[in-house]
DNA sequence: CGTTGGGTTGATCGACCTCAATAAAAGTGG
DNA sequence: CCACTTTTATTGAGGTCGATCAACCCAACG
């Protein structure tokens, strides 16, 4: 599911896969079974396809902009995709972890709630907004796939609140790795090594902590034997251990 | 919109009005406008009515309790309802607070996602959960309200994190109070006045801070003649000064 | 190579928490 | 209606967790 690290080749064949099958892409989406595509017979799937493109971003590149309008919505086809918002000042906030499957642009706003920058090689596939939401009308079987991903997306809003108002640093750090981990799990299955595309920042920024907070507790979690820091990632000693400190 | 604060007389009168107008309540429904039921056709609103109750629940009654079983949802009539989580250990997270035309159970989820409690008098509308959502699927013009209303419900949330993780006690004090004044600005226009039906354990909650820092930053705000704390809510001194400190 | 950007670690500071006392308000029962 | 208790709000003093500031390491890269 995710890419391979060395940035440029992947892309390069990335966009030559999307040339190739691009008049059967939908049959051999990866997430063609995860995302809300699932809800769509093989005619609906057939006409989506004819607005959509497929898109490749990489490492940094924003796919769409906070506060931008909203021509596109998109779908995550590979790699992970961080949503963040900003305040005047420069503050900013991560919102969600986009990974394969899910969608940016749910709420069909006019403008976009928040930036979304590809971390590392990242393919999704692309629709004018408004042909989408037309195409939506008339599928009810999407829109109530649609709605109850939203309202899966605002659940784990809530949870998210949960983390960044009332848990410590180290629960913070530790919440962090096991919900990302079990996100994964549900496309690839368990796995006990974490990939972590996104820099120090960026999950402090998530975590709504700073940059040295998060390095500190993550070097406490390895000093614990409960995880083991590895390049672009960390790998879990004790699941179990990881779990109680996250408390979740 | 607001009830009386005097809480049994309110509440006897409330229950005699629903009995009185059963069969015509949609009709007469202060929130008819605003809600999700502003979707509905004459004949779907019937239909609607059929299956709904009007309860009135009581200061700080529970309309609904995390993680139990979903039977029903809820749109509420009138009142404020404070939607909270909490943590095995009794930590507790505010993650909204519903007032008049909000609906809870969105998510159609089997359980439900938070805890919900009334803030003084307030009056809801149940429907039976699997009723509703086989009613929602006859209605593509509620289906869609619904989702657009989740997607609402998702960007409140964000902004919700945003305060969380990267706002000062004094921005997050202000930042809720200008929040709280513009959605009840969309049911009875413009006001000074703030009701605040809940404790300043709910706001610390909800602000990711103790009862002490809420009590510090409230005081400090009306020291620089910003607001005025009055009984059971604050007024407004100085809008724009207001909206400056909370940088929102 | 030198440079640059990310990551770790240490020392210090300060915003917010904790603990404690008091005040004010709201119930409660006679 | 008034004592009495209980709950909620405010204020103060002191402690702590995470922020800030700064140094250093390391890998990538021109």
């Known amino acids: 599911m995710h890419l391979p690290s060395s940035p440029a080749p992947a892309s390069i064949v990335w966009q030559r896969h999307a040339v190739a099958f691009n008049e059967s892409a939908c049959r051999h989406c990866p997430v063609r079974g995860t995302s809300i595509c699932a809800a769509l017979s093989e005619d609906e799937l057939l006409t989506l396809q004819a ?7 990489r490492q940094r590149e924003r796919i769409m902009e906070e506060d931008t309008p909203a021509h ?22 991560v919102v969600g972890i986009a990974i394969p499957g899910d969608f ?14 590809a971390l590392g090689d ?31 997306e605002l659940g784990l809003a809530q949870e998210h609140m949960m983390l960044l108002g009332r848990r410590s640093a180290e ?19 368990p796995r006990l090594r974490i990939d972590l595309p996104m820099t120090r920042q960026d999950i402090a ?44």
Chains 1, 2 share one sequence.
């Open 122 to 152: 990242v393919e999704v596939c692309r629709y004018p907004r408004l042909g989408f939401e037309t195409f939506v009308d008339r599928s009810k079987a999407l829109l109530k796939r649609l709605h109850s991903t939203t309202g899966h």
């Open 205 to 248: 920024d998530y975590l709504g902590l700073t940059v040295e907070t998060v390095s500190r507790n993550l070097t406490k979690l390895a000093r614990h034997k409960l995880i083991a820091i590895i390049p672009d990632g960390v790998r879990i000693l004790d699941p179990a251990g990881l779990t109680r400190v996250a408390g979740c």
């Open 171 to 189: 629960e913070k750090l530790a919440c962090f790795l096991v919900t990302l981990r079990d996100r994964w799990a549900q496309i690839h299955g």
């Open 51 to 57: 607005m959509s493109k497929t898109l490749s971003f």
């Open 72 to 93: 596109f919505v998109y779908n995550i086809i590979a790699g992970s995709v961080l949503l963040s918002k900003l305040l005047p000042d420069g503050r900013r906030q």
């Open 104 to 117: 940016l642009g749910l709420s069909f706003s006019a403008r976009h709630a928040f930036t979304a920058t």
